[in-house]
């Protein structure tokens, strides 16, 4: 099978790295990727979003199968700009229609459905420029720490939790007046607080059935101890300790079913993952987001994970039979360390020399933010590595990531160093 995957994140190396294991998989091309994926795929310089392009080089090579990695192209209809093309519409897309990419793409949109299907998640009212009086007053009758959120994409910063209802008043005026985050704040979502331990849980679905994949918990801000500034994603756990059978089972009866009822419900075509951003409060799972497709850095522990032949599972989708597969997963614990360029998540440089990439290690060394340049790999991005391991714990496969990155250097490095400290 000729497969095209669309991204350049360690997300989509997560995926090449997963997918070229298969037997069925002939060629794997990856646009645009990065030097990580070069190794083992063909990179193919188009943007994920440049539809046109995207189908003559599909149509040119015979691609059998698009999977796709970032959120950006779902939000903007790749599922539907196939499906409607009488030349394309026989290859799989692995991702959801563009209706079924709102449930990211537009915060009130998610929290709209979450309401109607009766899913847990926390009060909200949302503000426009126009409204903004109304958003300062609403503020003054919730108790602090204030959540805003933009509603549409803002590549992983459109959330701010403040504790200062003056601030929070003059955030919301920047976001919907100033329009601090671009077209993606002309409406903003002001959310009622959970006070808990978050967690994120994965699901593949065929549209009609589905498959609960292993959670995992992410790190997201920049300094030791959950301090600074947000980023993308600085290190991951799989499994998450706390999400026991019982949990797992509130989960699953309260969260994931009446989600895929939903769409089914209201005829929303979702092929693919959806990845629900998840709060344990006390004992109870509530719903902070949708992604419609999988995060990063957490791909890097679930995938390892699977057992599963990767083309099979989407095979499955493509041809609604799901239901049919059996998941396995490996039982030990997968961990990621993510090395990020000096700076980020504000400015940083790119171009610096990485050293250490080909050393005999035990964990997977999965590429972000890098490109090949005369032969060797520099940093291309803020997130430049992101370092797996397995262990039958997850504090043992941390150790061995943590080994693993004092083998590598690259000028201005930086990675946390408690990854897993609040479990």
């Known amino acids: 099978m000729r497969i095209l995957l669309l991204g350049s994140g360690g997300r989509e190396h997560a995926f090449a790295w997963k997918l070229v294991q298969s037997e069925q998989c002939e060629q794997l091309y990856v646009a645009p990727g990065n030097a990580g994926t070069d190794t083992i795929a063909k990179n193919v310089n188009i943007n994920p979003t440049d539809f046109e392009g995207l189908k003559s080089f ?17 939000v903007k209809g790749i599922y539907d700009f196939f ?67 933009a509603d549409g994409l803002a590549a992983g910063k459109g959330v701010l939790i403040l504790s200062d209802l003056q601030e929070a008043q003059d955030e919301l005026t920047n976001m919907l007046v100033n329009e601090k985050f671009g077209n993606a ?60 059978e019982v949990f797992m089972e509130k989960i699953e009866t309260r969260i994931v079913k ?11 075509p979702y092929k693919g993952f959806i990845f ?5 409060v006390e004992d ?21 994970r699977i057992k599963n032949d990767l083309v099979t599972l989407f095979k499955a989708v493509a041809q609604e039979r799901l239901d049919e597969i059996t998941l396995e997963i490996d039982e030990r ?41 005369e032969e060797v790999v520099v940093t291309n991005g803020g997130r ?12 043992q496969a941390l150790e061995q990531s943590y080994q693993t990155i004092a083998g590598i250097h690259f000028e201005g490095m930086y990675f946390r160093k408690d990854i897993g400290f609040d479990l």
């Open 83 to 149: 499906t409607l093309d009488e030349t394309l519409k026989h290859i799989p897309v692995i991702g959801p229609s563009q209706l079924g990419a709102e449930l990211e793409g537009s915060k009130e949109f998610a929290k709209k459905f979450l309401i109607k299907n009766n899913i847990p998640t926390a009060a909200y009212q949302s503000f426009t420029k126009e409204t903004v009086q109304q958003g300062c007053d609403f503020l003054t009758t919730l108790k602090p720490p204030y959540v805003l959120k």
């Open 384 to 395: 430049v590595l992101a370092i797996t391991s397995y262990g039958n714990n997850f504090t």
């Open 284 to 304: 109870d799972p509530y719903v902070i987001e949708y992604n419609v497709r999988m995060g990063d850095p957490e791909t890097e522990v679930v995938l390892p």
């Open 185 to 244: 704040s002309a409406k903003v979502v002001i959310e009622e607080f959970l006070d808990g331990i978050e967690l994120s849980c994965f699901v593949l679905t065929d549209g009609k059935s589905y498959k609960i994949l292993p959670t995992a918990k992410d790190y997201k801000r920049i300094g030791e101890g959950d301090t600074g500034l947000n980023t993308g994603g600085m290190g991951a756990v799989s499994p998450v300790p706390f999400a026991d």
């Open 276 to 280: 629900i951003g998840l709060i344990k």
């Open 258 to 268: 009446p989600t895929i009822e939903g769409l089914k419900n209201e005829c929303i």
């Open 333 to 373: 614990s997968a961990t990621t360390v993510v090395m990020v360029s000096g700076g980020y998540p504000e400015d940083y440089e790119k171009g610096k020399l990485i050293s250490g990439l080909t050393k005999e290690t035990d964990s997977i060394i999965f590429h972000a933010g890098t490109k090949t340049q």
């Open 58 to 74: 599909v149509i040119s090579h015979a691609i059998e199968m698009v999977v796709v990695g970032p959120e950006d192209p779902l």
